[in-house]
């Protein structure tokens, strides 16, 4: 049974591997102890009690920091800081014609469902790929 934990081992460091996120890496471990184990006893039963409990401890052991580690607070980017506020028509934009706006000191292309004038006050609802889509402010 030795060569079975050792290929699960390698099959679940495969799948870790192959993956993005951590699916298997525990479970790796236990089959890694449980290898080992078969060196100390052929108890099938003991092998598997060792899996269990050892993939469990590296499971309850480790989730707390990959959580604090995956919980990092996401910081806006000038894309994002954009997004709802106001901003200024600086050249005309027309539903077939970018124009540009003014946000937050910036100017940035920006295009709209409707003709847009020089002055008029708009609202960022959205960005497509490097271009603020703008709709004119109601008031």
Partial sequence: MSYGWFIVFVVLLFIELATVNL?????????????????ITDNILIQILVFVISSTIALILTKPIIKKIKSREIVPTNFDRVLGKRGEVIKKITEDKYGEVKVLGTVWTAMASETLEVGQKVKIKGIDGVKLVVIK???
């Fill in 23 to 39: 699916v298997s890496i525990w479970f790796a471990v236990g089959s890694l102890l449980a290898f080992i184990t078969t060196f």
């Fill in 137 to 139: 402010e109601e008031k």
